[in-house]
């Protein structure tokens, strides 16, 4: 089975600094995606960024970029020059082939003015 | 923009009652999702849904049963609410083809007393 692992409870990152999340999943699959979320305090859980496994480039977006590392089943997220806005409960994620979503239990970031 | 909405925000109920969660979404989604959020376990799938009257069992469906009458509408029940059930409940939706991304509702806070 497919199990998704953040072993980083909590962090806290500068604000303008640069900070890692951590995430490592296992499968015996070949082709899935990677997603990682966020979710703000008392606000609504959306996608920062995602990564196809066949892709062999990391995903950026704006200031979030990905270090996706296949052979070693990691996915950890970059978040650059850091904003108070950019607190929240971040979620590392898998979707199988059978479009079952399975769920890190999460990464709670603070970000220090 | 997507949206997906949820019926409540915050929810009381007693020990045993029957209790409806309804979920909608607007964007004709094929696949539809009942999560819930519990501090230190992520997200946990209670049941998902492909298509109109589908339902498939997730991670955790003991308890709950589902209905998904109309395509932009999933309702999560649970016939007889316990102590252990209060949690967050997350409601998704996600397309049926390409990436699956999903969208998420607002969440309802459900308290069982």
């Known amino acids: 089975a497919q199990t998704v692992t953040q072993s980083q409870p909590e962090m806290s990152v500068q604000e303008a600094e640069t900070v890692t999340l951590s995430c490592t999943y296992d499968t015996s699959e070949s082709d899935y995606y990677l997603f990682w979320y966020k979710q703000p305090p008392s606000r609504q859980m959306i996608l920062v960024i995602r990564?196809?496994?066949?892709?062999?480039q990391n995903a950026t977006e704006n200031r979030f970029s990905v270090n996706f590392q296949k052979a070693a089943k990691s996915f950890s997220l970059k978040i650059s020059d850091s904003q108070l806005g950019d607190a929240a409960m971040y979620f590392c994620?898998?979707?199988?082939?059978?479009?079952?979503?399975?769920f890190g239990p999460g990464t709670s970031l603070s970000v220090i003015p | 923009d997507v949206k997906v909405t949820q019926s409540s925000r915050y929810l009381v109920k007693r020990t045993g009652e029957k209790v409806f969660l309804e979920c909608v979404q607007d964007?004709?989604?094929?696949?539809m999702f009942w999560y819930r959020q519990d501090p230190g376990l992520g997200l946990r799938l209670i049941y998902f849904?492909?298509?109109?009257?589908?339902?498939e069992k997730g991670d955790i469906p003991e308890g709950y049963s589902v209905s998904r009458e109309k395509k932009e509408r999933f309702s999560l029940i649970l016939e007889s609410a316990s102590t252990n059930q209060t949690s967050m409940y997350l409601c998704?939706?996600?397309?049926?083809?390409?990436?699956?991304?999903?969208?998420f509702g607002p969440g309802t806070r459900l308290t069982v007393t």
């Open positions: 990564q196809e496994a066949y892709k062999q």
């Open positions: 964007m004709d989604h094929e696949n």
């Open positions: 849904s492909y298509d109109v009257k589908m339902k």
């Open positions: 998704a939706s996600s397309t049926g083809t390409g990436v699956h991304e999903q969208y």
């Open positions: 994620a898998y979707r199988t082939s059978y479009d079952k979503v399975i």
